[in-house]
């Protein structure tokens, strides 16, 4: 449905689009933001608004600790002939500072009765809790160079980036009580204050023609569409730490293990997440409780969980280790001599370990896997931070290393002197990029790292100062054929996988139409392969760019959301793998898993 009508060929007035909306998907249409009620520590303008859309008013909270808005929407008809009812109002986002701030979290309420939370986005979103939804249909994106800031307004100052759409609530009609209007409030309840702000408004054009209200019905409706011809795409986080332990051991995370999987499903909107705390943190009990949690969680075909813990070596580096099945145990990095409880601690015990020469290294854990006949995963990440070094070269088996994690809250590991890693010491020759030429059979991943009790949307935390970033969470992304725990392992597994940084690109590489994270094995003397790519972006794509070895071959400049990209090269006689890499406008970024042809 377009925004003209056919026989007139004139724009469809606001009742028209009311009108249609409810004969063609059984919803009541009504303005969302009559006039302001109530509010506390907000930022208010009554005078009109010009930045990004036209608007009469603007009211504005930022996460603090007493902030809120409360409104009153249009009146519901009288005489409701639909099921749902979806208030719209024009909502944007804000970073709120040019400096890396806390993640978010803001609570929606209908009427005084607790609805959902939702989250600082800069893409469209889809929140689900029981049988409402908010969805957030982007129209503008504005973001500033890495380190910089604009001014928009009088509102919305030295910030770094800003997101401008409509948000759209689906309520049953059951819970409204017709010819009267409901009250709206949102109110934040993040962890940490936070400069992150939500700003509501009225449009000064005719409700509903400020935008594509038909696309952003389908969302709506819909949530988008993540599927590559035979797989589905599904989003997650497979590296998050919690403050949880059953002994009062030392923790570096926040929060407990169910907030941490509440917060992935309903607030981040993820597909799967894996709590993977250090291996010094988990007792034997609580690595079994965690698991026990894992399969209480599991959502049949909504969400997924996967165990895994993180192999926490200060000497060989970290690896993160997951299990498909329940009866796998933890296997500690600082072996099993060391007395427990309490390690780490402060003391000459610690160090003492840390220089031990009989620490065990990855070699050990693969031989215990082994022993244990598991069926296991192994990724190591943030190879090249100073505090915590990995060399690929030193230790790498493949049956157990499938991945390497590449981006996360530490910045990129795969490629040196990237901006958004200047917030920590890097080894700039132990990036990842740097070994391709070697052949490991290494598929991409990105998680979080999470220590903010955040899990798909980590940015900066209390406890990791030293953790904070220009884009927000990293995010693995599988191609399957359905949301279960065993099809997203597998596809971990088979490297059937890509890394953004955040955002839900959809990306779909292929040589000679083998997937990403494949092994082409075929006689390719002098002959030439055809490489094909499907990327669709939440933001203008700016660059795509195909690595030979992890060297640039080819610089492919972009203008549209959506690129399709055919190339031939011609590998030679030596092993040779490929990937590209995706480059957005508003600085978000993904990574193909590589494809290798012997």
Known sequence: MNLFSSGKRRRYSGKEIVDLVRREYGIQLTEGLSRLKAYNQAEIETAPRYSFTQLNAAYKISAGTEPYLAWETAQIPGSLKADHVVFAWVMSFGNGSPFPQPSSKFDLYLDGRYLLSFTVVRENRRWVKADCTLAYFQKYIKTAPYGGSFSLDSQIRDESAVSMGIALLKVPGSMLRPGRNCGIMIRPSSRQISANWVRVGKAQSEPFRNINMFAAIDYLETGGDYSIDDYRIFYGDIHSHSGESAEGRSTCGTGKWSEQIEYAKDVSCLDFLSITDHDWQLSPEDWDNLKKLNNESMAGGQFVTIHGYEWSSRSYGHRNVYYLDDNMPLIPSYGDAVHRPGFPDSGEKQQAVFESDTQPSPLILWKK??????????????????????????????????????????????????????????????????????????????????????????????????????????RACVLAGRLSREDVYHALKARRCYATTGAKIVLDFRIEGTVMGSVLDRNHSGGKLNLSAKVRGTDRIDNILLFENGMVKEKIECRNKEEKINLSVSPGQEPKNYFIKIIQADGEMAWSSPIWVE
């Open 369 to 474: 896997l082994d022993a244990l006949k598991a069926d296991a995963i192994t990724i190591p990440h943030h190879p090249s931070t100073m505090q915590i070094p990995l060399n690929i070269n030193d230790f790498y088996n493949p049956k157990y290393d499938r991945l390497i994690e590449i981006y996360s809250c530490w910045g990129n590991s795969l490629e040196p002197e990237d901006p958004v890693t200047l917030n920590n010491d890097r080894v700039n020759e132990l990036a990842y990029i740097n070994f391709m030429e070697a052949q490991y059979k290494l598929g991409f991943t990105a998680s979080s790292d999470s220590h903010d009790g955040c899990p798909g949307n980590a940015q900066w935390c209390y406890k990791q100062r030293y953790l904070g970033h220009y884009l927000g969470s990293g």
